[in-house]
């Protein structure tokens, strides 16, 4: 079985704001090789992702990342909906092959939502995320038997 080298190069963009700014921070351990290029506004926070591997990546739920918030003792899992709360929605792919030099782009408008009950039935809630340290969770599938997390740490500031 061959293994790769654990090797990062990140790249940092800033779409220059007073509200959000990059956090230089490394990409998780993993047996792939990616580039991130950090983007992070007063609207939205953009994360480039580059397969700079020998090889294809498979990431899982490719539309459902999880995004944790740092509360200073652990990282805490944010509320995120696929679609709207009673929308009807097709089903969310489960994988995405992203090819040898090939890229997928994480994009989070920095609203956190949930579904509430209203006079209406159920009904999306969302607020804008306070300033803080995130860090966002993909899963890649490896060979036949393991998976594992690649994570991109981003600070947003108010």
């Known amino acids: 079985m061959r293994y790769l080298l654990i ?5 940092f963009g800033c779409k220059a704001t007073t509200s959000a700014v990059n956090a230089p921070e490394e990409i ?9 290029e950090r ?7 953009l994360i480039k992702f580059k397969n700079v591997s020998d090889g294809e990546i498979v990431l899982l739920k490719p539309l ?3 995004i944790e918030k740092w509360t200073g003792e652990n990282w805490e899992k944010l509320e995120l909906l696929y679609c709207d709360c009673g929308a009807p929605c097709p089903a969310p792919p489960t ?3 992203i090819e040898k030099n090939g890229s997928f782009i994480f994009s989070w408008d920095r609203m956190l939502e949930k579904c509430v009950s209203s006079d209406n039935g159920m009904i ?8 803080g340290l995130f860090r966002v969770l ?5 060979d036949e038997s393991s998976a594992t ?10």
């Open 39 to 45: 983007n992070i506004s007063d609207e939205e926070v």
């Open 7 to 11: 090797s990062i190069a990140l790249l």
């Open 64 to 66: 459902e990342p999880v």
């Open 124 to 131: 999306t809630q969302r607020n804008e995320a306070s300033s």
């Open 28 to 36: 998780s351990k993993q047996n792939l090789l990616v580039e991130a």
């Open 138 to 142: 993909y899963v890649v599938k490896g």
């Open 149 to 158: 997390k690649l994570e991109a740490r981003f600070s947003i500031e108010e």
């Open 95 to 97: 994988e995405r092959s």
